[in-house]
């Protein structure tokens, strides 16, 4: 079919991110810039500094959180499945199943349709909203875990084995690490979804984003502060603790009786990475989509393009190429791996 517009012309890549011209916006850049559409509150996609930002009610909610209620100089709530004209290019936001609020942002001008992705995952989750597949012309996709080593298994069973742990070791604490934003909260609600129905005990650091998440209607049960100042190490035998990766290597973790070291990601899968990390139970949790369902998220989309960014891009452009759909490689710069 015809094309008024080139892609090339609707989306160029710049140093402060992804670029629509037409539009005069930028998809979350690494720097501050005039006005930046946000995919969701991951630090490495949402920045504190922009003169104006567009995301869902979540998202803005949640930069706030994290970087104070100045964070922009003005903000705008998008609705999800709400098309908003800006200078004239139609934007839309819609789900992208990462973490709560975040969403894939549909660019359409002159007959040309572009999605970026955003981070996403495909996999159920009851803490944010599915991921919903857009049909579109070229579709910008994530690859963090793109070679095929990576499938994902089901989160339930990887739950499954913590609890199974801890009924083999009632003495012990069961210290869980989980990124601060999504997947720590993902994870105490599949603890509860499993039948855990004691307190879970959460690092300081969790503290404000689980608050708000039971306010937005994620219940996660009865939670505790995980710390030992007002008991003994035999007040925590048998709990579950959940808290930042980093905060396992300083002397809070070594507060806990004879802990269990587990860390909930994808990078799980491989072993190497978790024996290097001090893993002791490692669990393949992943709040981004594995090899197959980025491939199934391409073949849905019926792009003919794709654009493939912030992970392993070339063996994911080179199924593309063998499939006869054109791809490239974006490499846009300053995302790491805050929600894996």
């Not at 942002?105 to 495909?122: L, P, Q």
């Amino acid at each position: 079919m015809f094309k008024a517009m080139r892609a090339s012309d609707l989306f160029k890549s710049r140093p402060e991110g992804l670029y629509c011209p037409p539009g005069d916006f930028f998809i979350d850049p690494v720097r501050s810039v005039e006005r930046a559409l946000i995919t969701h509150g991951h630090s490495d996609h949402a920045r504190s500094g922009h003169s104006s930002v567009l995301a869902t009610q979540e998202t803005l909610d949640i930069m706030g959180l994290r970087y104070g209620e100045d964070f922009a100089g003005t903000t705008q709530a998008a609705t999800l499945g709400e098309t908003l004209d800006i200078n004239g290019v139609a934007v839309t936001f819609h789900p992208a199943g990462h973490v709560l609020g975040s969403a894939q942002i549909c660019v359409e001008h002159k007959g040309m349709r572009i999605v970026a992705s955003g981070d996403y995952k495909r996999q159920k989750d009851a803490t944010c909203l599915p991921f919903e597949p857009i049909r579109c012309d070229v579709f910008i996709t994530e690859a963090t875990f793109g070679l095929p080593v990576f499938r994902h298994p089901p989160d339930r069973d990887e739950i499954a084995r913590v609890l199974k742990s801890a009924a083999q070791f009632p003495e012990r604490s069961h210290l869980i690490g989980a990124y601060a934003l999504g997947k720590a909260q993902r994870v105490m609600r599949l603890l509860r979804d499993a039948g855990y129905d004691r307190p879970i005990y959460i690092h300081g650091a969790l503290a404000k984003l689980s608050d708000y998440y039971q306010s937005q209607g994620v219940d996660l049960g009865h939670l505790e502060p995980a710390t030992v100042e007002s008991g003994g190490k035999a007040d925590f035998a048998g709990a579950i603790v959940v808290g930042p990766p980093s905060a396992f290597a300083d002397r809070w973790a070594r507060r806990f009786p004879d802990p269990i070291s587990c860390f909930a990601s994808g990078w799980m899968r491989i072993r190497q990475r978790a024996k290097q990390g001090g893993v002791e139970l490692p669990l393949i949790i992943s709040d981004h989509a594995d090899w197959d369902e980025l491939i199934v998220t391409i073949k849905e989309t019926g792009a003919e393009e794709i654009w493939v960014t912030h992970g392993r891009e070339e063996a994911l452009v080179r199924w593309c190429e063998l499939e006869g759909i054109a791809a490239r490689p974006l490499h846009l710069v300053g995302y790491e791996d805050e929600g894996d």
